[in-house]
């Protein structure tokens, strides 16, 4: 199947800071990255719909200013925690579909741990 | 609303047993619909797709959809320890955005 990565796997960081986490397809382009959150023992919780060379589009209850999305390329799409504080820390992935057909599946990347102190 | 609903379980069965997942879904409007397994720690990685109403077989593998009854279902057969993990059901409508709405997920123990 299709491989998507993302760095850094782990990050530990202090409140206030600001923390980057990049997805990427490796082996497809993808005019479409989605990024999701995960609290233990929770389901995944989208949290954007990201289109190359356009706005984010957020789900309900999400700040767009704290969770900054740039999808700049057909392969790359960053999101950026803002001051970031304690309830933030949670398991974020972000997936890419392969195509732009409704039928076209999503792969996940590998997720990014993020832990805030 | 759109939900999409699973038995959190843990659901347990014997290894070489036939391990059988559930999942419900409210939105007649959902067109394509996932199975994904999800091992603790890791992102959830794909098994198998469905569009179409009835059976769909990959290896051990079979989801069974039924649109009337907004129905859809993983079998595993000759289930092994190394398939105990959280299995997540997801769809989504006939859309070019394809959002994928989760399930809360089923946790399956295959015990030796």
């Known amino acids: 199947g299709a491989v998507v990565s993302q760095h850094p796997s782990r990050v530990i960081c202090k409140s206030g800071t600001s923390v980057k986490i990049e997805c990427r397809s490796l082996?497809?382009?993808?005019?479409?990255m989605f990024w999701y959150r995960q609290f233990p023992k929770q389901s995944l919780m989208l949290m954007a719909t990201?289109?190359?060379?356009?706005?984010?589009?957020?789900e309900q209850g999400v700040e767009k200013d704290k969770f900054l999305i740039n999808h700049a390329s057909l392969t790359l799409s960053t999101l950026t925690v803002t001051s970031a504080h304690p309830e933030d820390s949670s398991f974020y992935i972000c997936?890419?579909?392969?195509?732009?057909?409704?039928?076209?599946?999503?792969?996940f990347g590998p997720g990014t741990r993020l832990t805030v102190l | 609303q759109k939900e999409v609903e699973q038995n959190s379980g843990p659901l347990s069965v014997p290894e070489g047993a036939i391990a059988s997942l559930n999942c419900t879904y409210s939105?007649?409007?959902?067109?394509?619909f996932f199975w994904y397994r999800q091992y603790s720690g890791k992102s959830p990685e794909l098994i198998m797709f469905i569009y179409s109403n009835g059976d769909k077989e990959d290896g051990r593998f079979t989801a069974q959809l039924n649109k009337a009854s907004q129905y859809v279902s993983l079998l595993i057969r000759d289930s092994q320890p190394s398939d105990s993990a959280t299995y997540l059901c997801a769809v989504t409508e006939n859309n070019a955005g394809n959002m994928l709405t989760f399930g809360g997920g089923t946790r399956l123990m295959v015990k030796p």
């Open positions: 939105d007649r409007g959902s067109q394509s």
């Open positions: 082996d497809f382009q993808a005019t479409t």
């Open positions: 990201s289109n190359e060379g356009s706005k984010a589009t957020y």
């Open positions: 997936s890419a579909k392969t195509g732009g057909s409704w039928t076209d599946t999503q792969y």
